[in-house]
Each structure stands twice: as structure tokens, then as C-alpha cells.
């Protein structure tokens, strides 16, 4: 048994720089990257959530041009990858979508975080709890500089923030790598 | 005890979608990603692999702005990553850089694939191998449809496949991904 899973990339509310709450564009390589690591972790669904309609067109219209368009006949691949991703508005619609009838409360939400940002499950435990049985687990990217403190405070968990064995000083990685490594930590074959 | 660690991103000689060899374009953000990754990981360096000067030279400036221009001010952190990254004309360039007066005899090469390309090491395998002592270990990785069958003879070991733990019938990750799961699960703190 393993539960379904899922993973939501989230463009509002992000923290910047100075701490305030905004709204990040979206990146090309993070709708690309993050469906091919979803993809291989057997994900079944990636949202993009992004409260700006047009942003949530042109994830529609990049999405369009490798499933149906010339480019999904030149990579194969990168289609079935891509076929995965939807636009939403917000994380609730993510919820909604991925909860089905039961909504928020059929989905277990587990949020990612570079800085400790409270009480976090380590790695090993979020891998067995999710090769047990029980909800689907939606896990939660940032952009720009995280999650804003209210969608850490509504998570049902926080995954320990991301580091080397030896302590490094450093673990400003992107969101495409982030992303990747927690599915590998989660759901990879590591021997 | 821990052996240096350096990354080299390979675009000539690369294979394309049919299996002829090619030079593959600089990407931008696989000049940031792999270099916040090495950092992450403690690698001492970040060898970007190009035959033509004025790819290299894009992948100068682009550092240069990080390093020394307004955007490193605004972002030290990258600024720290970027600093690992060098750009070189071949892997044997990457090899003597890394080797000193020892060249390439001084160096183990250690190539990636996703595909299986002859006889791999596993990753807990190449864990204990990289904690013990010996030579720096140069991991190389490839732009394109991968390293061209070359560079994989000549190389040292070959790590095995990134593949997750069940059978998902995919693993097209793109090489951000790939070498982030593959420090990962070189020098991570997985528990």
C-alpha cells in the first residue's frame, strides 16, 4: 500500500526578501521540472496555484503546447509529464480538487520550508507514514522566499528543512531541486 | 574524513534524441541551480563543460553579475553558490583543474546516465566510497539526451539510474533535478 500523492507549487502568499507577503511570476522550468519529478515519483497530480488568471493561462498555454503540440511529438516524455500539471487559484482548489467530495478534510497537507519554521517530521518518519495507508498527502512548495506563516499554520505537517549530512552553512537550493529531493527522500530507490 | 567533490555539466559531446552527437546551448538556469546544489552539498566546484568561447563567456557574465553586480547584493546567497562555477572547454580541462600537477591521474570520474549504460555502482555504495579517502571525485553529468558513450568508457564508475522506489515506468528528470537527488543521496541528511 502506498497513499496517493501529490505536489502544489505555490505563487501567493510567498514571502520576498524583506519578509512581506507577495505574488511570484511563474517560471517555465518549474512548470517542465517539477511535472518530470512528479512524474517519476508516481505523483498523480502537480497544481500550479496562482490567484492571477492570466499566470494560470499561460501555465494552460505552456501545458497545451507539449500535449498537443509539435513539441509533445518530439519529446514524448515530456508530455506525460506535463499531463499531470493543473492551474488553480488557490491552495484551497488544490485541496478541493485532489480531496474530492470531502474536500480539505480527505486531504492531509505536509508543507516545505528551508528555515525551521516549526515542529517538522523528519524524512524516514514522512516516508513511512506515507507507504502506510490513509488520506492523500498534498505536499506544499514556495517560491521566492517560502511559504507565508499562514499556510505553514495550516498544514497538518512540516517536512524538516533540506540539508547536507555535513553542515555546510548553505541550503539555498531552488524550488526545482527542493522539490526533486523530497520526492527522492519520500518515494526514491536509493541503494 | 571526506574526499573533495566537484560537479562538472557537460554540453559537447552530448547525444541528441537520435543518438548523434552534439553541442548542446548554456542554460541559464542550469548555471544556478547546480551551483546552489553544490554549495548545498559542500562540492568545491561547479565545472561547466562548453567547446565554444562564447558560451563560456555567457556563462561568465552571468556569474559576474552575480558575483559582483547589483544582484549579488541583493541576493548574497547566490553569489556564494556562484562562485564554485567555472567554465571550461573539455571534461579533461575539468580533470586537471581539479587534478593540480597530478592531472587526470589525481581525479576519479564518476559519470551519471538514466539510462543503463554498462556496469553501475549503487548510491549507498558510492556514499561509503566518497566518505572514506582518495582522490577528488569529479561527477559529471549530461545536457541533452546524455553523455555521449565516450565520456561514459572513459569514466571511472558509473552510478546507476535515478529511479524511485515503485515501478513508475518514467524517469526523464531534467539534469537540475538530477544531480540535486544524486548529491542527495551522496552527502544528504536523509533521516
Same mark, same amino acid.
Given at each position: 500500500?502506498?497513499?496517493?500523492?501529490?505536489?502544489?507549487?505555490?505563487?501567493?502568499?510567498?514571502?520576498?526578501?524583506?519578509?512581506?507577503?507577495?505574488?511570484?511570476?511563474?517560471?517555465?522550468?518549474?512548470?517542465?521540472?517539477?511535472?518530470?519529478?512528479?512524474?517519476?515519483?508516481?505523483?498523480?497530480?502537480?497544481?500550479?496555484?496562482?490567484?492571477?488568471?492570466?499566470?494560470?493561462?499561460?501555465?494552460?498555454?505552456?501545458?497545451?503546447?507539449?500535449?498537443?503540440?509539435?513539441?509533445?511529438?518530439?519529446?514524448?516524455?515530456?508530455?506525460?509529464?506535463?499531463?499531470?500539471?493543473?492551474? &488553480?487559484?488557490?491552495?484551497? !482548489?488544490?485541496?478541493? =480538487?485532489? $480531496?474530492?467530495?470531502?474536500? +480539505? #478534510?480527505?486531504? /492531509?497537507?505536509? &508543507?516545505?520550508?528551508?528555515? !525551521?519554521?516549526?515542529? =517538522?517530521? $523528519?524524512?524516514?518518519?514522512? +516516508? #513511512?507514514?506515507? /507507504?502506510?495507508?490513509?488520506?492523500?498527502?498534498?505536499?506544499?512548495?514556495?517560491?521566492?522566499?517560502?511559504?507565508?506563516?499562514?499556510?505553514?499554520?495550516?498544514?497538518?505537517?512540516?517536512?524538516?528543512?533540506?540539508?547536507?549530512?555535513?553542515?555546510?552553512?548553505?541550503?539555498?537550493?531552488?524550488?526545482?531541486?527542493?522539490?526533486?529531493?523530497?520526492?527522492?527522500?519520500?518515494?526514491?530507490?536509493?541503494?
Amino acid at each position: 500500500m502506498t497513499r496517493r500523492l501529490a505536489i502544489a507549487l505555490v505563487h501567493h502568499p510567498i514571502l520576498d526578501s524583506k519578509g512581506e507577503i507577495v505574488t511570484t511570476a511563474i517560471t517555465n522550468l518549474d512548470v517542465h521540472d517539477l511535472a518530470r519529478s512528479a512524474r517519476t515519483y508516481g505523483a498523480t497530480d502537480y497544481f500550479i496555484v496562482h490567484p492571477i488568471q492570466a499566470q494560470r493561462d499561460l501555465v494552460a498555454r505552456i501545458c497545451e503546447h507539449w500535449r498537443e503540440g509539435s513539441s509533445g511529438k518530439r519529446i514524448p516524455d515530456r508530455k506525460v509529464a506535463l499531463e499531470l500539471v493543473r492551474g &488553480v487559484a488557490s491552495l484551497e !482548489d488544490a485541496m478541493m =480538487a485532489l $480531496g474530492g467530495d470531502g474536500g +480539505r #478534510a480527505s486531504v /492531509e497537507v505536509w &508543507v516545505t520550508a528551508a528555515r !525551521d519554521v516549526g515542529a =517538522a517530521i $523528519g524524512w524516514r518518519e514522512a +516516508r #513511512a507514514r506515507l /507507504e502506510g495507508e490513509g488520506k492523500p498527502v498534498l505536499i506544499v512548495f514556495g517560491t521566492g522566499w517560502g511559504l507565508a506563516p499562514p499556510v505553514i499554520r495550516s498544514a497538518d505537517a512540516i517536512l524538516a528543512p533540506i540539508h547536507a549530512a555535513l553542515d555546510t552553512q548553505y541550503n539555498h537550493l531552488s524550488v526545482r531541486s527542493a522539490c526533486s529531493i523530497a520526492l527522492d527522500r519520500l518515494r526514491g530507490a536509493g541503494a
